[in-house]
Each structure stands twice: as C-alpha cells, then as structure tokens.
C-alpha cells in the first residue's frame, strides 16, 4: 500500500468506519532518521487508532524510529516483514526478514522495550518455496518470544524472486488454513489474516477462525465497502449515511488541508476515486475529479460539477482557467 495509504486516504477510511484500525504506508527507518520525520509522520487526529507500519531491519533504528511514532501519537506500530518488492529486498526488509525470525525477534524486543504502545508484526506465510506450516509456526513463535502479542498474516507466501509485488499478490495461491492453525496453536496471540478479502460476508467468515482481518487493496479501490463495518463487526451505528455526505466532508477536508499545508485538491480527491463504484454515473463522475485540466480550481467548483457528473460543463471551465 505504499504510496496510497497516506493521511487524505486514511481521513476518508475513517469518515466510513470510525472504529476501523488504520495502518499508514510502510515507511523505512531511514526515511524518518534521515529525512522530513515531521512530513512523513503527519497525519490528522481524526484518523485514531492508527499504526505507524515501518521497514527496517536495524534494532536500534527501529527503536528510534517507534519512539518518535509513540511521541508523535500513534497507537500501534508495525513491523513489515511481508512486503515483497525488490526495493525492499535490496534494503534487507520485508518478507526476506522472514528468514531471520531471531534478528525480528531483537528487532521486535528493541521497539518493546523503547515505547509503551503496542508492536506488531505483518508477515507472510512464507517466503519462495517454502510452504510448510512449520516455517511459519517457527517464525511466530520465535517473535512471540519477545514480546509481540499481534501477528498479521498475510495469507500467501512472497516470492523473493521471479515475480512482481502486483504478481506476488495473485500468483502465490492463498492458504488460509495456515493462518487459521497458527491461531488453533498460539490461542494467546492476537492473530489477523490478510489477503484476497473482497466482502464483508467474507470478513465475517474469517472472523469464525481468527482474530482479526486486514482489509488492503479492496478498501481502497472500492472504500465503501467499509460503510457496514461499525455496526456488523462493532455493534455501533454508522457514522455516515450516504456517499453524497462523505463527499461534502472531503471536500470541506481538501479546504482544510490545503490551507494548514498546502496540500493541493487533487491529491486528496485521487483517494476517493472508488466511493461510487457501481452507481450509475460513477465513470462520468471520477472524469470530472481527476481531470488534470481542473486542478487551478477550487475543489468546490470541481465538486459541483462532479455532483452533475458536468464532463462538458468540465470542458468549458478548463478552457476558461486556460484563457
């Protein structure tokens, strides 16, 4: 989710579901140590809970880096040991730290004993060719062993090589039986399952066998999928109603953001791409909010224009900025 799960996206998914933890994209140690610590750990009160997801493989690093989360706010943060990029295979982070469950586990104790919020792990079920639950059973145990209490399972194994992140999220074939025997043998972990969820009804299932769910690529390409999330898995009404109110609220947001940081329209506008999906008018309507023509604009006048779905009347208003 790098690179999509930012604070505009997160403030959406929060306006759906209230009670939702939230996970930011995974930043590295040496992004937060070397670069804009302030920038990259932003984010809106709004959003609470939410975890501050890092990549890194240095102890120390990390403790310093979950320190800084703790100080800024944060509620939780999570170790990445799932993602299968090159990138981060070159940064010795990721799913390849799955091979080394006793450095995680140093890793892991680090952070414990530096901060007073929880850390977690995010992890797959194992790495290349290696299926057996007893490799995933090892490597939760050894972590648990220092002090993570919550384990995020990703439900395929990652491919260090030979296949893209986006590959690695189709080709690997699901296992939710492993996800589910290791909640069967660690029954005093907190364990959530990730990966391939597309609906509630298959929330619910999981959540027969589990302790949690981690909803990923599907909240963000179709974000109103969360809107039931509060009362079915919380027992609490909705925050909103209908997806005309989410707009408006983002809309006052883009208003807000812009003149605390300049955050432009547009950049907040591109997360609720998916909110009409599947409604009638819905193509015509993200044309309007992501027409490149329109960003001298204030997202008031972008918005009502995308409110009458006006590709045409979009036409005329960005002939009229050009002039």
């Known amino acids: 989710m790098m690179g999509w799960t930012d604070r505009?996206?997160?403030?959406?998914?929060?306006?759906?579901?209230?009670?939702?933890?939230?996970?930011?994209?995974?930043?590295?140690?040496?992004?937060?140590?070397?670069g804009n610590a302030a920038q990259h750990l932003q984010f809106n009160p709004e959003e609470h809970p939410v975890a501050l997801q890092l990549g890194g493989s240095e102890p120390s690093d990390l403790a310093r880096c979950a320190v800084m989360g703790q100080e800024r706010g944060y509620d939780e943060i999570n170790l990445n040991c799932g993602c299968p990029s090159e990138r981060v295979l070159r940064g010795a982070f990721g799913a390849c730290l799955m091979n080394e469950a006793p450095l995680v586990a140093d890793c892991v104790k680090a952070m414990v004993d530096a901060v007073d919020i929880p850390v977690t792990v995010k992890h797959r079920i194992g790495i290349d060719k290696i299926e057996s639950y007893d490799f995933a059973a090892d490597f939760v145990g050894t972590v648990a062993e220092a002090g993570c209490r919550v384990f995020i399972v990703h439900a395929r194994n990652a491919w260090l090589k030979g296949l893209s992140p986006k590959e690695n999220r189709e080709i690997p074939p699901l296992r939710y039986d492993i996800v589910y025997r290791l909640k069967r043998e660690f029954p005093h972990l907190t364990i959530a399952i990730n990966g391939g969820v597309r609906t509630?009804?298959?929330?619910?299932?999981?959540?027969?066998?589990?302790?949690?769910?981690?909803?990923?690529?599907?909240?963000?390409?179709?974000?109103?999928?969360?809107?039931?999330?509060?009362?079915?898995?919380?027992?609490?009404?909705?925050?909103?109603?209908?997806?005309?109110?989410?707009?408006?609220a983002m809309v006052a947001y883009m208003e807000r953001a812009h003149?605390?940081?300049?955050?432009?329209?547009?950049?907040?506008?591109?997360?609720?791409?998916?909110?009409?999906?599947?409604?009638?008018?819905?193509?015509?309507?993200?044309?309007?909010?992501?027409?490149?023509?329109?960003?001298?604009?204030?997202?008031?006048?972008?918005?009502?224009?995308?409110?009458?779905?006006?590709?045409?009347?979009?036409?005329?208003?960005?002939?009229a900025t050009a002039a």
Not at 213 to 221: D, F, I, K, P, T
Not at 228 to 242: I, K, L, M, T
Not at 277 to 305: E, F, I, T, Y
């Open 8 to 34: 505009h996206c997160r403030y959406l998914h929060r306006l759906l579901s209230r009670r939702t933890l939230l996970y930011t994209e995974m930043l590295t140690t040496g992004a937060l140590i070397h």
């Open 200 to 248: 509630s009804d298959e929330i619910a299932e999981h959540l027969k066998h589990v302790d949690g769910v981690m909803v990923g690529r599907e909240a963000y390409h179709n974000p109103w999928l969360m809107i039931d999330w509060d009362e079915r898995f919380y027992g609490e009404a909705p925050g909103v109603q209908d997806r005309e109110a989410v707009e408006a």
């Open 259 to 319: 003149a605390a940081d300049g955050a432009p329209w547009y950049s907040v506008a591109s997360h609720m791409l998916g909110l009409r999906n599947g409604l009638r008018g819905a193509r015509k309507w993200r044309q309007v909010w992501s027409d490149h023509r329109l960003k001298p604009q204030p997202p008031r006048a972008v918005w009502a224009l995308a409110q009458t779905h006006g590709v045409r009347d979009a036409d005329d208003l960005a002939q």
